[in-house]
């Protein structure tokens, strides 16, 4: 019940592309869905974030999609450029009685020119 | 940028020994974690911390655990008799609020137990 299940684990997207990661949860107690993105040797860094009262939030080139209903979050990365190149991190967190993370599983991205 | 900065980047301990992992959060911050991070695996809660109590832990955080605000600054995670599956990145992180949830990840500690 306090999976986040993350898919794929690896993702290869040429530059201008369209990078698609998708978590799907099974806790509906679950309020608040980060993204975080993590470079080699570095700490997890938040990206974007959504709570289930929106469906979609967009920031620049990222943007979240969240279908409560069916208990799924996705991120896409539009116009995907080498520096995007990392691992992606979706998480979920019951913020009224506890502010643990779980994070799902991770997707390494890779974007070639 | 305020950041969250840990010390040392890298530890390497013989078994059975104690190890501090050292981590100084954001500084209006209120809330203070741990996670690891096993080799290629996902980030994983260890511990958080508020009002100078762990608020909620993990079962991984068993009694060879310990978490620890010595001063104003710091924030510590002891490992007192480290075994081989605790080699890990460990990443401090903290928050300014129960409210406000983004949590700020330090760049973490790599532990290697030999």
């Known amino acids: 019940q306090q999976q986040v299940k993350q898919s794929p684990q690896s993702l290869i997207v040429q530059k201008g592309g369209i990078s698609i990661i998708n978590c799907a949860y099974e806790?509906?107690?679950?309020?608040?869905f980060p993204w975080y993105q993590q470079f080699p040797g570095k700490g997890p860094a938040l990206l974007i974030a959504?709570?289930?009262?929106?469906s979609e939030k967009k920031e620049g080139r990222f943007t979240i999609s969240f279908n409560k209903s069916a208990k799924q979050f996705s991120l896409h990365i539009m116009d995907s450029q080498p520096g995007d190149s990392a691992t992606y991190f979706c998480?979920?967190?019951?913020?009224?009685?506890?502010?643990?993370?779980?994070f799902g599983t991770g997707t390494r991205l890779q974007v070639f020119p | 940028e305020p950041e969250v900065t840990q010390t040392p980047s890298h530890q390497v301990t013989q078994m059975g020994q104690e190890v501090i992992l050292r981590c100084v959060p954001i500084?209006?911050?209120?809330?203070f974690y741990w996670y690891r991070q096993i080799l290629g695996q996902k980030v994983e809660f260890l511990v958080s911390?508020?009002?100078?109590?762990?608020?909620?832990k993990s079962e991984i955080f068993d009694d060879q655990f310990s978490v620890e605000r010595p001063d104003g600054s710091n924030f510590t995670l002891k490992i007192r008799s480290t075994k081989l599956e605790d080699s890990a990145m460990y990443f401090c992180?903290?928050?300014?609020?129960?409210?406000?949830?983004?949590?700020?990840f330090g760049q973490g500690t790599r532990l290697t137990v030999v």
């Open positions: 992180a903290s928050s300014e609020s129960a409210t406000n949830t983004e949590a700020f």
């Open positions: 806790n509906t107690a679950f309020d608040y």
């Open positions: 959504i709570r289930p009262d929106v």
């Open positions: 998480a979920a967190s019951i913020t009224y009685n506890t502010d643990k993370l779980i």
């Open positions: 500084s209006n911050h209120l809330y």
């Open positions: 911390f508020y009002n100078n109590e762990i608020s909620e």
